[in-house]
């Protein structure tokens, strides 16, 4: 359809907007076409849908699109005032002149509470429909281009046959291309986000709507009745979406929002994972290598859900052992699933290989001997307790391979059990008779037994196929699907030492120096005899601190990731925390992580590091990481960057300049002292906080700065988009294979001299302009919390932690709900301030001409300035200066003035660094561009709803219709957070 439609023209009037008004002229015409096609027809089933409401099963039924409005006509429930809002705003649409917009602020003024909510909630449904579709869209450009009819425009993701190819080309060999994928490894780590707007029962109502687009795309081959019932569950999913509050009443507890993340795994990665093996092995045989070995980890998840404790009370030691056991209970229930499904496939009447009976032997054994001790009758077969199917053992005596399965599937079924009783806060039942799995060996042993028999036996096909994928599954998932990362400030560790020293008679730990420090926690290191006293007498805090660390000698470091210490200053800081796993009793010990956060310390974190390298306790410690099993034993380091930190405390230019220059150093350091470097990516969902295309970030790290090994973290709110559905997660993994494989095979030159002093004096530049705005602007702190709904956020139920570490001003706000206001007024200023001014300096001095040269040659200035680019072009001006007049006290008004000044200059400069006229305006943006014209145009009528539901707010204490304005805020709070694709 999409292609007739490039050759006859296309309907003008589907075509309002878009890269052309007549023809379609390009992928990009057809692309808008399609979006817009995908757009309005949502729309229309889920407004008939609203006129249904009180209708008989016959009305509801009447589900032709051709005699269905995409307006609000014949919808009793929708308000007049709601409905000449919208008309309005249909209006606006097509000409976004001051006029119309000053038509919507009239008409909003005269607006209920209870009719802003409805409007609210109209247009967030809309742009939430608009982002599904889009989401699919971007599914079905990466299988065009997977079938080779078209080519990727965006340099911002390859599919692994293009990266093989631009590997070759620079002279690689496939051998080459083989082994660097072998012993990679990517841990994509889930953190709950404190600003995660929508709730959990409408993500998953928007995975329906998704499976619909992708089953609308191969319609052609359902029949009429097929298509009118897919249509019938749309409209009842949208409906559905439509009487579901969106509005949470209670704030989720960390418990919560780990459930959703084992979630995500369950519903759409765990399809996801074996899919993008498939496609690693066939890529790999187009260029002639075999296929990679199953015990590859190519990607492994980790999560902060349920183990984030910094600035977290609610998350205590407790609750994470409750978590690890939950992961374990719902990771059992997908492997007992998968096993069952194999005692159907593998029904061979076959003994199997001597390893299989032998193990077969064994079990018997173990079984007669555990009958014995509990006075049972002695039984020769295996006996399947939980068998549903199988119901006796001996019927299956000559099929070697499902007697294997049968006890696999009784362990899980006790692994099971045992989980979920601890997980509900149950004592753990007694470790008797058959045993759970306990160590992820244990069941990769068991069906590696299987998979070798099938080859040994001639029946190899058989192995292929689900049992391949289940060991590639429990490779990467282990036990646990996520490894469960542990994070704790840096000064709770020192107040725990402080009570220790203390106790003993040494003194404050916290008043000695930093060589007093090390050297102590050195020889306590080296020591033997136990130096926490069982009497120790000490505050709930540091008694929760010691809590933690005894969780984790209980449970064992299996489940568990990194110990990852925030704001860590310097070497003692990490060194205490490996005295506090000894004193625990801890035996295999968590690797400890530092992260570096704020600009200050990115710049001390090579000297932080070389210091610990040096140590020589530290240096002999170190441990390899088990997710990468085919490089061997090797010292390993992981270090953790903070982007959110960093770019809150000098702004953007500066942040991502200063992060570029410790890894560089810390890649020096690292070489210098023969220990492998793994960086661990504490990036954002937004670009204030690091975000943006992974793929672009990964190619423009310095060389040395991946090696094949990558953390990352994926931020709550963008969880959704990139992993909420299985197709949409294969593509994700995709881009991360590739673009990590590239950056270990090809990376980029390092920059000449001239290009690092003007991006030294950039860097300097911008931080002083950013803190002169930010931080030296008298009453700046007023004027951000009268512009933005920074208070009102406060009252949501976003996160379960707090928005704050502690109370004072900026400097102790949270870097994400600072960036989070920002966002809500379409402004975006931690983005970009400061970015104008460096870059007016450097074009009146003359540099112009070798900025663009560094925007062409340089991949991370490039992908610096094009995520500016791209901030920009949602960044507008008329509704942040909305929200400033209707909101902001005339005296603070004038303080804008230079923000103002900046954010001309930075669109300025942006535009001669690019050398284009529009922003976004070259081939490589064309998805960004469609993107945002699918979605913006809706969110500026909910910024004035938004605006005034906020100034109402604030012109009394307790308005009588507080709780229908509060809702309605919440609700506009979701909607531009989709609007802009993410909250901050």
Known sequence: EVQEAVHRGGPEQEMSKGTSNSRFTSFVDADFFLLSKDVKFIRTVFLQALRSEGADEAEMRKLDPGTMSDRLDGIPSIPDAVRALFEISIAYESEPTD?????????????????????????????????????????????????????????????????????????FTPEDIRKALVCQNTELVFTAHPTQAARRSVLSKNTKVSEFLEKQDNSNFLTPVQKNEMLHDLQATLMSTWRTNPVRRHKPTPEDEARYGLSVVEQSIWEALPEHYHAVDYALKEIGQEPLPIDCCLLTLGSWMGGDRDGNPFVTASLTRRVVHLSKWRAAQLYWGEVDKLLWDLSIASKGSEALQQKLDDIAGEENIAG???????????????????????????????????????????????????????????????????????????????????????????????LKDLLRRIHCFGLSLTRLDIRQESTRHAEAMDAITSHLG???????????????????????????????????????????????????????????????RSASDVLVVRLLQ?????????????????????????????????????????????QVPNVGWVPHQEVMLGYSDSAKDAGRLASVWGLHKAQEELVRISSHYKIKLNLFHGRGGSVGRGGGPQYLATLSQPAGSVQGWMRVTVQGEVIDHYFGLSSIASHTMERYTTSVLQATLKPPSPPSEEYRVIMERLSESSCAQYRKIVYETPMFVDYFRAATPDFELKGLNLGSRPAKRKQGGIETLRAIPWMFAWTQTRLQLP?????????????????????????????????????LEMVLAKTNKRIAGYYEKLLVPAELQGISKEVWDELDRTMSGIQQVTGRAELLGNEDNDNSRLAISTRVPLVDPINVLQANVMSRLRQEDNPPDYQELFDAFAITVQGVASGMGWTG
Not at 102 to 122: C, F, G, P, W, Y
Not at 414 to 443: F, H, N, R
């Open 831 to 867: 983005v970009w301030a400061g970015v104008g001014a460096a870059l007016q300096a450097e074009i009146d001095a003359g540099n112009l001409a070798v900025l663009q040269q560094m925007y062409k040659e340089w991949p991370f200035f490039r992908s610096t300035i094009e995520l």
């Open 372 to 466: 014995k001790a509990e006075g049972a009758p002695v039984i020769r077969k295996v006996v399947s307790v939980a068998a549903m199917h199988w119901q006796n053992a001996h019927e299956h005596s000559g099929e070697a391979y499902r007697q294997l399965l049968l006890h696999i599937r009784d362990r899980l079924t006790k692994t099971i059990t045992y989980a979920s009783d601890v997980a509900a806060g149950k004592p753990a039942p007694p470790m008797t008779g058959l045993l759970p799995y306990t160590t992820t060996e244990q069941l990769a042993s068991d069906i590696f037994i299987i998979y070798n028999s099938l080859h040994e036996c001639g029946d190899g096909i058989l192995a292929e196929g689900r």
């Open 99 to 171: 006029k119309c917009f000053k038509a919507i602020h009239n008409h909003v003024q005269t607006m209920s509470a209870a009719d802003i909510k409805v409007s609210a909630r109209l247009y967030l449904e809309m742009l939430n429909h608009a982002n599904l579709v889009e989401r699919n869209h971007r599914v079905r450009r990466w299988r065009e281009v997977k079938r080779g009819e078209r080519d990727i425009q965006s340099k911002s993701s390859q599919t692994l046959q293009q990266s093989f190819k631009v590997l070759l080309d620079s002279g």
């Open 506 to 568: 040494l003194g404050s730990y916290s008043t000695w120096t930093e060589e007093t420090k090390v050297q102590y926690l050195t020889n306590e290191l080296h020591s033997q005899r136990p130096l926490i006293p069982k009497d120790l007498k000490c505050s709930d805090s540091v008694r929760e601190v010691l809590d933690t660390f005894e969780m984790i000698a209980d449970v064992g470091t299996s489940p568990f990731g990194a110990y990852v210490i925030s704001m860590t």
């Open 582 to 626: 000894k004193e625990a009793g801890v035996k295999e010990h968590m690797r400890v992580v530092p992260l570096f956060e704020t600009k200050e310390d990115l710049e001390n974190a090579p000297e932080c590091m070389e210091l610990l390298f040096s140590n020589s306790w530290y240096r002999a410690n170190l441990s390899s990481p088990p």
